[in-house]
């Protein structure tokens, strides 16, 4: 089993990125997703996506999956096999979120922004000398900002799902990088997932 954690302040952005690499994963793994994401869990502790996808508020004692993804606060390395330090550009978030990623962001890491302005002072180059993250020995993802991408979380808040279909070509490529970053490779079956997950519900 592979451990995955996503650290970071919690946002519903993050919360969505954690439901929706889950429900990439679980087109051919079994997936265990760990979050307190509010419109699909509610007052639930565990939610069944598929055979293939389960949703919980907190790690089961009994846990037979080959990915559990904890979309978490705190660093505990000895908790995981990847680690994912994630932010947006709000100031509220990164003030939050400086603290954490100031413990040690090391070269085996990998640094996410998402929502970003391109054509904003407050931009992946700004967030990296706040953060002072030298791309060069850290992996760093960007997401810029998409319309559609907003729209499509406020469709699956209204439909309590978790609903791909929209999702802008950005938003694609960050999940499946993020992928070949947890299995360490470029497997062409990443796109397969990745498009047979945005047909489905």
Same mark, same amino acid.
């Given at each position: 089993? $592979?451990?995955? +954690?996503?650290?970071? !302040? ?13 429900? !990439? ?5 079994? !997936? ?6 509010? @419109?699909l869990m509610g007052a639930l502790e565990d ?7 389960? $949703? ?5 004692? !009994?846990?037979? %999956? ?5 979309? +978490? ?5 000895? @908790? ?7 932010? +947006? ?14 413990? +040690? ?5 990998c640094v996410i922004y998402h929502n970003i ?10 967030? /990296? /000398? ?21 729209? #499509?979380e406020l469709e699956n808040d209204y439909d ?6 929209? #999702? @802008? ?8 990088? #993020?992928?070949?970053?947890? #299995?360490?490779?470029?497997?062409? %079956? ?9 047909? @489905?519900?």
């Amino acid at each position: 089993m $592979i451990r995955i +954690g996503l650290i970071g !302040v919690i946002t519903k952005e993050k919360d969505y990125l954690g439901l929706y690499l889950g429900k !990439v994963l679980s087109m051919e793994h079994k !997936v265990v997703l760990v979050t307190k994401h509010q @419109s699909l869990m509610g007052a639930l502790e565990d939610y069944e996506h598929n055979e293939y996808f389960r $949703i919980v508020n907190q790690i089961p004692d !009994v846990l037979e %999956a080959d990915y559990l993804i904890v979309n +978490g606060v705190d660093v505990d390395r000895e @908790s995981y096999d990847r680690l994912f330090f994630i932010t +947006g550009p709000r100031q509220s978030e990164v003030t939050d979120n400086e603290p954490i990623f100031n413990k +040690g962001i090391l070269e085996n890491d990998c640094v996410i922004y998402h929502n970003i302005l391109v054509d904003s002072r407050i931009n992946g180059k700004y967030l /990296n /000398n706040r953060f002072k993250i030298d791309p060069n020995k850290i992996k760093v993802l960007e997401r810029p900002f998409n319309e559609w991408d907003w729209i #499509m979380e406020l469709e699956n808040d209204y439909d309590l799902s978790i609903w791909m279909g929209h #999702m @802008s070509h950005d938003y694609q490529k960050l999940i499946q990088r #993020m992928i070949q970053h947890i #299995m360490g490779s470029k497997d062409k %079956a990443i796109k397969k997932w990745l498009n047979k997950s945005k047909r @489905s519900k």
